[in-house]
């Protein structure tokens, strides 16, 4: 099994920034890529940033410039950087581990509320 825990969600006002983190632990094996994904009430999950093991990123275009995943492999560790942050990014983010294109992991969620 494989787990990861996020952290570093909250409240922030618009304009703000916040950094999440995940950690993966437990039977990892390889990664194909690790990301974050978010879901706002009512919408669907959406793809936010991803990072694959070749060091490639993906970034949905309403946070291209704003928003920065990295990695460190070293601690099967992923982070979204966030700055500038508007009321619509206000969502659950959840972490995302891929072993292969295919086989997916997810974290529990954690809260990000953009609000005056």
């Known amino acids: 099994q494989v787990q990861l825990v996020e952290s570093g969600g909250g409240l922030v006002q618009p304009g703000g920034s916040l950094r999440l983190s995940c950690a993966a632990s437990?039977?990892?094996?390889?990664?194909?890529?690790m990301g974050w994904y978010r879901q706002a009430p009512g919408k669907q999950r959406e793809l936010v940033a991803l990072?694959?093991?070749?060091?490639?990123?993906d970034y949905a275009d309403s946070v291209k410039g704003r928003f920065t995943v990295s990695r460190d492999n070293a601690k099967n560790t992923v982070y979204l950087e966030m700055n500038n942050l508007k009321p619509e990014d206000t969502a659950d983010y959840y972490c995302?581990?891929?072993?292969?294109?295919?086989?997916?992991?997810w974290g529990r969620g954690t809260q990000v509320t953009v609000s005056s």
């Open positions: 995302n581990l891929r072993s292969s294109p295919t086989t997916m992991y």
């Open positions: 437990g039977s990892i094996g390889g990664i194909f890529g």
């Open positions: 990072v694959l093991s070749t060091g490639t990123t």
